[in-house]
């Protein structure tokens, strides 16, 4: 049955030639993946999406990623996103009206307009990614929230960082900012939970929101394959948490973990901090190098929102396409996207 259905994958991608393009995540399962065309983390799917000519990108991924390839790409192209329940619970756990919540409590006792740079990690929803561009914000992915932060307090001399509260913290610790200045606003109480104290000392209010792939990985993980294999090398997402983060080696995005593995000597052995997809994926691929590659987490830590795509899916989207149907298409609102594309565009100038 699988076959059947690469099958007929590969049959509509020939009828429709260069007018498609699937694009997936380094997540996406192996028997999707195969059928991409453009791969890559985050922030290289964007560029890609924004240079393809393709007239319809599939996109193999979750909800926000397909927004993002509508917002860049041409008027006329058309973004599919071949199950509409792949999103991204991370995404979900930051609201446009949580954020404006924020904003207007914050005005209680400084002007954010005038002190804060909102910054929203990609993994959210174009709303907010528009709710920056108007605030004079930015976007960042896991590869540039550095560079993204350093360029947000050349703006204003604080932060307010959403939705992913272990991205914010490590980038910002990164810049060595101290924890206590970087305070969770927990959206569920009045004022984030915060004192006007922690407000003003504030360099960077973070989010209350995390990934649920990803904090299934803990620091004893890392201390076991230590004390089992001293010489290996420990790798992780920096949205793992604070603690995974400084016991590893190395920390960054998907593209980075695969292209430093890469770059490794043959004989060395890898611990990875990140989805189970793209570890069994390079597991594989590494292992004709001489490198052997570990899943960090005794349990299967999956984005199973993203394994939604999955090949009956796509073969049903471009079956559609071949016979004139456009299904599940992404569109966001025209104000919308010119808004959140000026929080994209300030991001991807100095990507
Ligand atoms: P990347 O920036 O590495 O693509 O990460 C995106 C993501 O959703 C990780 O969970
Ligand atoms: Fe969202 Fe986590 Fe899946 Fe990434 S791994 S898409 S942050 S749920």
Redesign the pocket.
């Known amino acids: 049955q699988d076959d059947a259905c690469a099958q007929r994958i590969i049959a509509a991608k020939q009828i429709l030639g260069k007018r498609v393009a699937i694009l997936a995540?380094?997540?996406q399962r192996a028997d999707v993946y195969r059928h991409a065309d453009l791969t890559?983390?985050?922030?290289?799917?964007s560029f890609l999406a924004a240079q393809t000519d393709a007239d319809y990108l599939v996109f193999c991924?979750?909800h926000f990623?397909a927004e993002v390839a509508d917002i860049l790409s041409s008027p006329d192209q058309i973004a599919i996103l071949p199950d509409m329940a792949a999103g991204?619970s991370?995404a979900d756990m930051a609201s446009l009206s949580n954020v404006e919540r924020a904003w207007r409590e914050i005005s209680e006792i400084l002007n954010p307009d005038e002190t804060i740079t909102p910054v929203t990690y990609?993994?959210s929803a174009a709303d907010l990614k528009a709710f920056c561009g108007e605030h004079n914000g930015i976007v960042c992915?896991?590869?540039n929230a550095g560079k993204v932060l350093q360029w947000s307090f050349k703006q204003r001399e604080k932060v307010l960082f959403f939705p992913d509260q272990h991205l914010g913290r490590w980038s910002g610790h990164q810049l060595d900012i101290p924890l206590e200045e970087m305070p969770v606003w927990n959206f569920d109480e009045p004022m984030g939970g915060l004192t006007p104290e922690q407000i003003n000392k504030a360099k960077i209010l973070l989010w209350k929101g995390h990934?649920s792939?990803?904090q299934m990985f803990q620091p004893q993980h890392i201390i076991r394959f230590r004390n089992q294999y001293p010489d290996g090398f420990v790798i992780s997402?920096p949205?793992c948490n604070y603690e995974v983060c400084k016991a590893s080696d190395y920390v960054?995005?998907?593209?980075?973990?695969i292209n430093t593995i890469a770059a490794a000597e043959s004989g060395t052995r890898w611990l990875v901090g990140?989805?189970l997809n793209l570890v069994s994926r390079i597991t594989e691929e590494f292992k004709s190098q001489g490198k052997i590659v570990q899943f960090m987490s005794p349990m299967v830590c999956m984005?199973s929102t993203?394994a939604r795509i999955d090949p009956q899916h796509l073969a049903w989207a471009l079956e559609n396409l071949v016979n004139g149907n456009i299904v599940n298409q992404i569109k966001v609102p025209i104000e919308e996207a010119k808004l959140a594309r000026l929080a994209l565009d300030r991001m991807l100038k100095i990507s």
Do not use: A, Q, R
């Open positions: 995540h380094h997540y890559g983390d985050s922030l290289k799917l991924g979750v990623m991204c991370m990609i993994n992915t896991s590869s990934c792939v990803h997402h949205e960054g995005s998907t593209e980075y973990i990140t989805e984005c993203m």
